[in-house]
């Protein structure tokens, strides 16, 4: 399990976050959704400490840390036990595919090569990339560097993988490959999740919950059901009838 409570977060007088507390059951898909500015983002790099946040604690199973004032050995921790999937799927430019997943195996984890490769190229398969490891990003689709991205993550068994956007930076006709992707990861492999998103179809069928975010404040939280087919709050609506075009409260439709 991964447990947040009141996560605050500001820049200058900008108030980011605004006292934020999440529980994700190990194993589970929890999606967040809301417009852009509202948070999401800071949100999930302050859990692996991409960003410090102000104030709050994090729980990983059995584990607490400070998000404010964690030690570096405490940082290194909790990165060993959290993996994170970017927007700009940031590979390593002079390394293959293959070579890209392998790293943190031989680097970090200090597996032999054999293995490592190994591993590595299992991975690729399970995300349909089997036949590209030896190609370099700039040889790969958005799409296709995407996919090596989350079988990079997968490489070092974390319990939990954060999702930034994963689909964001990709042209349409490539979002369904990620989506597929990641939807099978979460039902195949069962490995925790938290995606922060703008899809809200992808969003109904892959999550056991939906966090609705507005303002640096969690609005709303529940099943894909109960927020995005039956919404109570007035801020969740708007917000999914602009993406919607009005059609979210008649029992799904649009979504």
Known sequence: MIKLEHVKKAFGDKVILKDISMTVPTGSVTVILG????????????INFLGRA?????????QSY???S???????AVRRQTAMVFQSYNLFSNMTALENVMEALVTVQGQKKSAARAKAEELLRQVGMAEHAEKYPAQLSGGQQQRVGIARALAVNPQVILFDEPTSALDPELVGEVLS???DVAKKLKVTM???THEIAFAREVADQIVFMEGGSVV??????EVLVHPREERTKA???????GNVLRDGAGI
């Open 70 to 76: 964690a030690s570096h050995k405490e940082i290194l």
């Open 220 to 225: 709303e939280t529940g099943t894909p059901e």
């Open 54 to 62: 102000d104030g709050g604690r994090l729980y990983i199973n059995d």
């Open 181 to 183: 992707v990641i939807h």
């Open 239 to 245: 917000f999914l009838n602009r993406y919607l075009g």
């Open 66 to 68: 400070d998000l404010h």
């Open 35 to 46: 417009p852009s500015g509202s948070g999401k983002t800071t949100f999930l790099r302050t």
């Open 194 to 196: 938290i995606i922060v």
